[in-house]
């Protein structure tokens, strides 16, 4: 029997019965079967007691799914790591991920507007013995990068970026990190594939959130695609992630 466009939709946003029910996979049983055998046996304590801290949160669909924090740890482990930017914190997951694969000494200069959510996290991540290294600003992010580029020391100087906050202004943030990051560091972008929308017909079945921001995020998928300043790789991992290594 084939589904109505309709039932495909509904089907697909159902979501899975996990957090990290924001993966692209199909298969409930298949996103399953890699947190339990590959995410969850390697998931730092501190991490499991936040995620599921976070799951009782209202707002828990704006948290980053285990395994993409997984993924962010590894990808700062490989590049050495040491200067890190986040914008869009919520309460803290992949925060708590980074500061975990930092070396002692590293530092994560940390952005939201909502302290309150960073704040439920907080007892989380001192536990961990890593808030020293969170340097967290609360408010609007363009602001405070526009004060960051305005001081020359403050360019290429960041090894690795971290973008999840609001979609209508990733591009303003990419005009603005891409001079932030130094040459061979990494910007990543979350939610590039928002939901799969970036496929769906004009006339799919979308949540007014998912439709609102659509236009936005296939924007600034076409901007990196064009941007010779950086190479691309965008991996369905959560909601789509977009990594961006500067070279020039």
């Not at 500061?99 to 991540?125: F, S, T």
């Not at 969170?134 to 973008?163: M, Y």
């Not at 560091?185 to 079945?205: C, E, F, H, K, R």
């Amino acid at each position: 029997m084939t589904m109505t466009k309709e039932e495909q939709q509904q089907n697909h946003i159902a979501g899975h019965k996990e957090q990290g029910h924001k993966s692209l996979l199909q298969s409930d049983a298949l996103y399953q079967y890699i947190l339990e055998t590959s995410v969850y046996p390697r998931e730092h304590e501190s991490l499991k007691e936040l995620r599921e801290l976070t799951q009782k949160h209202p707002w828990n669909l704006m948290a980053t799914p285990a395994d993409e924090g997984q993924l962010l740890g590894m990808l700062l482990k490989l590049i050495n790591a040491k200067n890190t930017m986040e914008i869009g914190v919520y309460t803290g997951y992949s925060l708590l991920s980074t500061a975990l694969a930092l070396p002692p000494h590293g530092k994560i200069l940390a952005m939201d507007v909502n302290r309150q959510y960073y704040e439920l996290g907080l007892p989380v991540i001192q536990k961990a013995g890593v808030a020293h290294k969170i340097d967290f600003r609360e408010g609007p992010a363009l602001s405070l990068l526009d004060q960051l580029i305005k001081q020359e020391k403050n360019k290429g100087t960041f090894d690795f970026i971290f973008v999840d906050a609001d979609k209508d202004n990733y591009l303003n943030y990419h005009k603005r990190v891409i001079e932030l990051v130094k040459v061979g560091g990494l910007i990543g972008y979350d939610n590039t594939l928002w939901n799969g929308s970036v496929v769906a017909p004009p006339d799919a079945p979308l949540m007014n959130y998912i439709r609102h921001y659509r236009h936005f995020v296939m924007e600034l998928n076409k901007a990196l695609a064009l941007d010779s300043r950086v190479e691309i790789c965008q991996l369905p991992v959560g909601d789509g992630i977009t990594l961006c290594r500067r070279i020039i």
